[in-house]
């Protein structure tokens, strides 16, 4: 496959934006800064998609690889229901893990089309297919291979399709569909309305395609959902993406301003308060069901003895953050407690228009006397507060 052909559009509008330039012969300021901006924007969504493709041709092949062990693997037996995690521990590469390779094969086994993306002969191609069902002829290199159209294939998006505007994290939110015509509706309206994976995850947890499939006016249904709309940034802030290319996520891109601030200097402002903070981790990323998540700050308090986790919301206090928050807690609590440690503590900052809000997060402390401890060596409410207002006033200066 081509990556340069599938993204052919993006050069073609680079030659426009040079055109556009070279027949002005005096350009001003602002149109200086336009070209640049421009160019800027289409060459990094062009390098987006690019990333985007491959990463999920190569998930498609190992998908193929991990079915094709099971199947006839000669020693298969060996690892049985152990071989994800088996084969994570022997590749031993950030972002090649058991929640990819169950994903990956997942994705093999639901989307057989992908393959005539490949240009391999008839006779490979038919081996790797098998029979899991009939695949759609879009995209195949080879004229020699002769598909018959089902009628399935009405509802089935075309592999080229699936590959160019489609990046995996969302079609890992729509393999969640058990029925094909549920995630033939989902990747059509998510190309269509290009969701963002956060607005496709909203989409389906409040059952669109049902409700669709009841509403007297499905069109009108449909054309009244506005998602927020993502920049190329936004979209390449993906697990996938950093680890495929073996990028951390701070080498990639920053968070706004007064986030980005307010982060780095609250990870200073907690060790310098010399309670016994220890920095652990910024953006640790934890899997829950299947799915990523970052915790902005970690920390491990000797005098405590326990993890205590920060998270910061550029935004007014809303219930369910402090609901992501005691989800981060008990995870700690269940994956990373050592012998001798004490349940792991959460704080939530939260601020936006001159309001602060500080919450505090314990899970599952029964022990007052602990509890009572913890409220005397971390912060205290009052002092966080101050924090976010002196580094809220430094920001906008």
């Not at 879009?138 to 294939?153: A, C, F, R, V």
């Not at 307010?262 to 990323?285: P, S, V, Y």
């Not at 953050?321 to 939260?350: F, R, T, W």
């Not at 509890?371 to 101050?386: G, H, I, N």
Request: hydrophobic share 35%; proline share 4%; net charge negative.
């Amino acid at each position: 496959m081509d990556t340069m052909k599938d993204i052919e559009s993006t050069p073609a509008l680079l030659t426009k934006i040079v055109e556009g330039w070279e027949q002005n012969q005096s350009p001003s300021f602002d149109e200086l800064a336009n070209s640049v901006l421009q160019t800027h924007q289409t060459a990094q969504s062009g390098a987006i998609r690019a990333v985007n493709q491959m990463a999920t041709l190569r998930n498609w092949l190992i998908g193929c690889y991990i079915v094709e062990y099971e199947q006839k693997g000669s020693d298969r037996a060996k690892y049985g229901e152990r071989l994800l995690k088996r084969l994570e521990e022997r590749v031993n590469t950030k972002g090649l893990n058991e929640t990819l390779f169950r994903n990956s094969r997942t994705f093999y086994n639901l989307y057989p089309q992908v393959a005539g993306l490949f240009p391999i002969s008839a006779t490979a191609l038919h081996k790797i297919i098998g029979k899991i069902h009939p695949m759609s002829s879009d995209g195949l290199k080879n004229d020699s291979l002769e598909i018959h159209p089902t009628p399935s294939d009405e509802f089935t998006t075309p592999a080229k399709m699936i590959i160019e505007r489609l990046p995996f994290s969302h079609l890992c939110e729509i393999m969640t569909q058990k029925d094909p015509l549920a995630r033939f509706f989902y990747e059509t309206e998510c190309i269509k309305g290009t969701w963002s994976v956060k607005e496709l995850r909203r989409q389906i947890s409040t059952n669109l395609y049902f409700r669709s499939g009841v509403s007297k006016d499905p069109e009108k249904l449909l054309a009244s959902i506005k998602p927020e709309t993502t920049s190329p940034a936004l979209v390449i802030r993906q697990p996938f993406t950093f680890e495929f290319l073996g990028l951390q996520a701070k080498d990639v891109i920053t968070e706004g301003d007064l986030e980005d601030a307010l982060i780095t200097h609250l990870q200073d402002f907690l060790l310098e308060l010399g309670k016994g903070f220890c920095f652990e981790a910024r953006q640790k990323r934890m899997i829950i069901d299947d799915e990523y998540y970052f915790a902005d700050l970690v920390f491990y308090n000797r005098i405590l003895h326990c993890n205590v986790i920060v998270e910061l919301k550029n935004d007014e206090f809303r219930h369910e953050y402090l609901g992501q928050l005691n989800a981060y807690v008990s995870y700690y609590k269940e994956n990373d407690m050592h012998e001798g440690d004490n349940p792991p503590v959460g704080i939530l900052l939260c601020t936006r228009k001159g309001k602060k809000m500080v919450e505090y997060a314990i899970a599952g402390m029964d022990n007052n006397l602990f509890v009572s401890t913890y409220m005397l060596q971390l912060p205290d409410k009052a002092t966080l507060e101050q924090f976010l207002l002196n580094e809220m006033e430094d920001v906008h200066e």
